[in-house]
């Protein structure tokens, strides 16, 4: 399951950020912020390819174990193996989504990933047409609320 | 739409994301030029108004629809008529009164509003008045005096949209208003 979805603007500036544990939020703004890089990275490495082949998902950018740390230190939680995964998508406006993914008991398959972002999309290009939603801004709305909750909910 | 082709019986197709999106910026537009939202309603419902009057000559002309014996049937050529021809959807009708001069047409997905969601500063907005502008105006054409405005709508949290109609008069001579 998804533990945080973030919308990143064409220039870098968070558009959506919303993680699950809320008490964690700035680790959740970092861990998205280091995660650019590795999106620019990956978007400048592909190049001319990707734009080619519209092939907006960029897979998995780069798994990491902090969040175990973190879990033990503040949450007291029980200490599980717990694995985060991130995983970029970018449209053809530059726009890219981030998606951080808990996948300490089940490994997420690569087309269910690819589906959710997917929905994502969709669902950002909703937020686009509504004509109150000037572009830029930071989005504010309860149907996108909604969809992202659903994914943080849904057990995959 | 074109004009040179001729007004046939068949329907011409639009695209219609780029109608909701064309009445979305209207929308936000009057928003911008308006202070407040009661403004934006009247004037949206003026826009409506001036649509109808022009509008119904289009649509006897395309329809052959004859003239109505009673406000049931009226009801019944703007919910299965005229809503199909410009909108696409077919409301149904429900509520008369008991006198047979107020019905409610619910519209169960309204094109207008496919991506809206009303800001939180834009409460008392109605935002699809332009079509209660149009029943208005059309039918006061037909020598028809009515009453409609909108009881409930999908964009302030209710299941359904509701427009509620109120027959007032028939109008008498053939002047239109501002004439006599």
């Given at each position: ?8 603007a ?32 990956k ?13 907006l ?57 690819r ?26 709305s ?15 | ?52 009057v ?51 047409l ?46 409930q ?16 008069r ?6 239109p208003?501002?004439?006599?």
């Amino acid at each position: 399951m998804a533990v945080c979805i973030a919308v990143i603007a064409k220039e870098n500036y968070p558009l959506y950020i919303r993680s699950v544990p809320t008490e964690n939020e700035l680790k959740f703004h970092y861990t998205v912020h280091t995660s650019l890089d590795v999106v620019d990275e990956k978007i400048s490495a592909m190049g001319k390819a990707m734009v080619d082949q519209r092939e907006l998902y960029l897979g998995l950018l780069y798994p990491t174990e902090d969040y175990k740390v973190y879990l033990c230190n503040i949450a007291a939680s029980p200490c599980s193996h717990t694995f985060l995964h991130r995983y970029g998508y970018v449209t053809n406006s530059k726009v890219k989504f981030v998606m951080v993914v808990d996948s300490s008991n089940t490994a997420l398959r690569d087309n269910e990933i690819r589906s959710m972002f997917r929905k994502l999309h969709n669902s950002y290009t909703d937020i686009m047409c509504n004509p109150f939603y000037n572009p830029g801004d930071r989005i504010h709305s309860r149907a996108f609320d909604n969809m992202v909750n659903s994914m943080m909910m849904q057990v995959c | 739409m074109s004009r040179q082709a001729g007004r046939g019986t068949e329907s011409k197709k639009m695209n219609s994301e780029l109608f909701t999106l064309t009445y979305g910026a209207l929308v936000t537009q009057l928003c911008k030029d308006y202070e407040n939202d009661e403004d934006v309603n009247k004037q949206l419902d003026k826009m409506g108004y001036n649509i109808g009057v022009r509008l119904i000559e289009d649509f006897l002309a395309r329809s052959n629809v004859g003239r109505c014996h009673d406000f049931r049937e009226t009801a019944d050529v703007i919910a299965k008529i005229a809503f199909k021809m410009y909108l696409g959807i077919t409301p149904s009708i429900t509520n008369w009164s008991p006198g047979g001069d107020e019905f409610s047409l619910i519209l169960e997905n309204n094109p207008l509003v496919d991506f809206v969601e009303l800001p939180d500063n834009h409460s008392s907005l109605i935002y699809s008045n332009l079509l209660c502008g149009v029943l208005r105006g059309a039918l006061e054409m037909v020598q028809m005096a009515v009453d409609v405005k909108f009881v409930q709508d999908t964009l302030k949290g209710d299941s359904v949209t509701e427009i509620r109609m109120k027959f007032i008069r028939r109008i008498e001579d053939n002047l239109p208003a501002g004439e006599e």
